[in-house]
Nanobody
Framework: QVQLVESGGGLVQAGDSLRLSCAASGLIFSINAMGWFRQAPGKEREFVGCFTYGGKTVYYADSVKGRFTISRDNAKNTAYLQMNSLKSEDTAVYYC????WGSGGSSPNEYDYWGQGTQVTVYP
């Protein structure tokens, strides 16, 4: 099993920055890919970005490309989502996800483990 815990959410003004963290524990050596998703009230869960542990490429949704950056610290078993130039439409609960078998991707169905989510609220 893999456990994921997000942190770092909060209430910020448009144009501000936030960094979310996703701490992994359990069978972390078996994680093949991780992703970030978000879900606004009344909307479906939306892909933000993802990466594979064996690759060097990070993929982003068009809506966040150039503003958000995903990174990881393998020594701390933690992935990060740096969010800059935040907009009100970025308001959502943000989730990190992991898969042990697949290569990740933009669909929530490709991930097997999820964190509890952290709320990000951006006011104008």
């Amino acid at each position: 099993q893999v456990q994921l815990v997000e942190s770092g959410g909060g209430l910020v003004q448009a144009g501000d920055s936030l960094r979310l963290s996703c701490a992994a524990s359990g069978l972390i050596f078996s994680i093949n890919a991780m992703g970030w998703f978000r879900q606004a009230p009344g909307k479906e869960r939306e892909f933000v970005g993802c990466f594979t542990y064996g690759g060097k490429t990070v993929y982003y949704a068009d809506s966040v490309k150039g503003r958000f950056t995903i990174s990881r610290d393998n020594a701390k078993n933690t992935a990060y989502l740096q969010m800059n130039s935040l907009k009100s439409e970025d308001t959502a609960v943000y989730y990190c996800a992991a898969t042990r078998w697949g290569s990740g991707g933009s669909s929530p169905n490709e991930y097997d483990y999820w964190g509890q989510g952290t709320q990000v609220t951006v006011y104008p």
